[in-house]
């Protein structure tokens, strides 16, 4: 949408692409980025950190209103996609293709959703049902960098329905890698799992400047430090999948594992109309943009329409921060 002869670097091209007033660069962003993950060098790896950012950013965003809900009087999104070819705000864009604020917002919005406070280093259980939760195990554990687990924790708890509940603080803990994760999982009485989150903090605390805070952005003072994630080992995934053609529609089964020791981290999932070709839109994927602990395996499904593929097979192509 911007022309190969402005893919990079960012321009007034991109700039063109984003809003208006206040918004009618990116500069905002892409400094934030810049700091956080590190510069770019080209579209491809620009394009990347930015659905990383976008999912860390959109779910805290959804998730302080959960833990806060009735207390908070609302939260709003804008916005949920673009009516244009455009490059920032949406959850899925122009093409109709969900990117990593999308798959932020669903996990924080899963109906029992253990979440990470980063204000006060504490664990929430927060229950979206209409209906009460007994038998629940939440399990908590602290990664460095190189999977070492600085700290385990599981609680059997219950989930009042349409409740929100503090279960555990995280304790000061001594020689964290400058970048280290949080994995929480709960699973209900049958040990199902029925939620999951994963986070990536820094060892450098992240800072704003309230007292300069206007009515568009409040500036940040100090940035996160994640780019020691650059730092990770690289994985092969082991990768499987098969499709099913129920009517009109297509579902796409994927299974993943991870056979290495280390974190495959942030890995998304296409699937394309063959080899080589278009990735097939508009589509549902049940989750996207996922980390994988060693060892772990999830099978995942995409939903489209059986038409969309014509005379294609389907090919999933996997693309990870660290992994392929």
Known sequence: MVGKDHLWPVDDYWNFHAGGGEFKTIQVYTAAQDARYGPSNNATDFAFKSQLMAYEGIRAMFEAYDRNKYTSTGVIQWMLNNAWPSIIWHLYDYYLRPGGGYFGAKTA?????????????????????????????????????????????????????????????????????????????????????????????????????????????TPTASYADYTALSQL???????????????????????????????????????????????????????????LLPGEKRELTATYRAAELGAAKPVVEVKGWNAD
């Open 109 to 217: 919005m899963e109906p029992l959703h253990p979440l990470y406070s980063y204000d006060d280093h504490s664990v929430w259980l927060v229950s979206s049902q209409y209906e009460d939760a007994k038998g629940l195990k939440l399990s908590a554990k602290v990664y460095n960098l190189d999977m070492t687990e600085k700290f385990s924790k599981e609680l059997s708890l219950d989930a009042a329905a349409d409740s929100t509940a503090k279960v555990l603080e995280l304790p000061q803990m001594q020689d964290l890698s400058p970048v280290y994760f949080v994995a929480l999982r709960v699973t209900d009485n049958a040990a199902k799992m029925v939620g999951s989150n994963f986070y990536w903090l820094s060892s450098k605390p992240e800072t704003v400047d309230w007292e300069k805070s206007k009515w568009y952005m």
């Open 233 to 291: 080992p690289k994985v092969t995934l082991k990768v499987s999948d098969h499709t099913e053609r129920k009517a009109g529609e297509a579902v796409t089964h994927v299974t993943l594992e991870n056979p290495s020791k280390n974190l495959a981290f942030f890995i998304r999932l296409k699937v394309n109309k063959g080899t080589g070709g278009q990735e097939i839109l508009p589509v549902v994927w049940q989750d996207n943009y996922i980390s």
